[in-house]
């Protein structure tokens, strides 16, 4: 587990190494947040997690049984195996970044830049319709009060509290479109002009922001959020404020470990006296472990896949279906369960915990595994850089301002889901669709002169 865990560490360093020497002079840009987001949930993980698990020290419980079955089964081979796939994806990814050379901006030759701003009006009218929805699922959950309707909330994210339909499904389906969108009405704020309005528009879109992400019953949202705001910051001033994302990572590590647990108990309406001895009785080490498992849950269900999935090449089937399920095949008169094949993320889970539980996805490296085995990570490293290049295209042609960047950051949130899952399923969702038609509607392209930006 030892050696596993330096594999990981060696790939940490080279790609600290590489990015550090390749932004010394331009400064931080989109293929540096790409691979913060990457190491965030796959190779620093890598480095901490097997070194937890060590064998000779005893495996800590987890409070997940899918982490607790794989780290009794898993081994170092295995361990070594995905770090070896990280290596492959990661040098795929500089490989098409760098050979693919695409169309220069147009601003050299006409001399304007285009951009895209914010049109407040709009984006307080999606704001609206954001709270509407909130309010009215709220309702639906029928708890007779603001607090007795949160904690039904809570327990129908996880299957219970009152009984699913087509609206609040939908509804609550909206809770992350807007928690993500939420972003875009602070940046506004931070890039206007010093004043006392200004102040007190960021306290109300940053107090906004927080209950938008409180819907979502997710102990990631406000976290996700945070991260996202921090990565349009970093690419529009390129700094990494190094100290803020230490603060940050040990501020929002205890709401990994211990955030599912406070959900649970608003949920079943438990004493939280009880709930904070729970979590003081907690084992350090496997606190620390639950919370990586967490951030590294990628990593996890692919190694999750090596372990329990036994299947044949995919050959990128799974992806064409997730386009597929798009389709509403059945107002076309079809049955789509029937026609079209069961999905890997239903086919994960089983094997992972049992049929009856959430999706769990393969994870990012699993699915490139099951893609194409070795091929995987440079085929899906190839189209990612390609992604990353004709992104970062896009915004160098454009006005470095904060509401831009809130533009690009929200699209590369959702182009980069896979990193986190290796599922495009969870790409064409319904709340992804809603997002990016909101973008549309928010913002209006722009042109500026050059010498402007």
Request: with cysteine; charged share 15%.
């Amino acid at each position: 587990m030892i050696f596993a865990s330096l594999v990981f560490l060696l790939l940490n360093l080279l790609l600290l190494f590489i990015e550090r020497k390749r932004t010394r002079r331009t400064g931080a840009d989109l293929l540096s947040v790409f691979f913060l987001i990457f190491s965030l949930q796959n190779t620093i993980p890598g480095v901490v997690i097997p070194l937890l698990i060590e064998r000779r020290s005893g495996i800590p419980n987890t409070d997940n049984i899918f982490f607790n079955r794989i780290y009794q089964y898993i081994s170092p081979e295995y361990i070594c195996l995905s770090a070896i796939l990280c290596f492959l994806f990661v040098g795929s990814v500089y490989f098409a970044y760098f050979s693919f050379r695409g169309r220069s901006g147009d601003q050299k030759t006409s001399g304007h830049a285009r951009s895209v701003q914010v049109v407040p009006w709009r984006l307080a009218a999606a704001m609206l319709v954001g709270a509407i929805s909130s309010a009215l699922l709220l309702r639906e959950m029928d708890g007779g009060s603001l607090i007795g309707a949160y904690q039904t909330l809570a327990a129908y994210r996880t299957g219970g509290g009152v009984a699913r339909t087509f609206m609040n499904a939908n509804l609550f389906a909206l809770t992350t479109t807007f928690s993500v969108l939420s972003i875009i009405p602070v940046l506004y704020a931070a890039g206007r002009p010093k004043s006392k309005k200004r102040t007190l528009g960021l306290v109300l879109a940053f107090v906004a922001m927080i209950g938008f992400s409180l819907m979502t019953v997710s102990r990631r949202s406000l976290p996700l959020n945070i991260l996202l705001i921090y990565f349009a910051l970093v690419i529009v001033n390129k700094r990494w404020y190094l100290k803020s994302i230490a603060l940050m990572f040990l501020f929002f590590m205890p709401v990994l470990i211990y955030g599912k647990t406070v959900l649970y108990s608003i949920s079943i309406n438990r004493d939280m006296a009880d709930t904070l001895k729970a979590i003081q009785a907690t084992d350090a080490r496997g606190a620390i472990l639950t919370g990586f498992s967490y951030l590294g849950i990628s990593l996890d269900s692919s190694w999750a896949t090596f372990l329990f999935l036994d299947l044949p090449p995919r050959l990128g089937i799974d992806h064409w279906l997730s386009v597929m399920r798009r389709i509403p095949l059945g107002t076309l008169g079809f049955d789509k369960e029937s026609v079209l094949p069961e999905r890997i993320v239903r086919i994960s889970t089983r094997a992972f915990v049992g049929a009856d539980a959430e999706d769990i996805p393969p994870g990012l490296i699993g699915q490139m595994w099951m893609d194409f085995r070795l091929l995987g990570p440079i085929v899906w490293g190839l189209g990612f850089g390609v992604l990353m290049r004709l992104l970062q295209r896009r915004f160098e042609g454009r006005q470095k301002t904060l509401e831009a960047a809130g533009y690009l950051i929200v699209v590369i949130y959702v182009a980069t889901l896979p990193l986190n899952t290796g599922s495009f399923d969870f790409v064409f969702s319904i709340d992804n669709l809603f997002i990016f038609g909101l973008l549309w509607l928010v913002y209006r392209k722009t042109r500026a002169r050059v010498s402007e930006m």
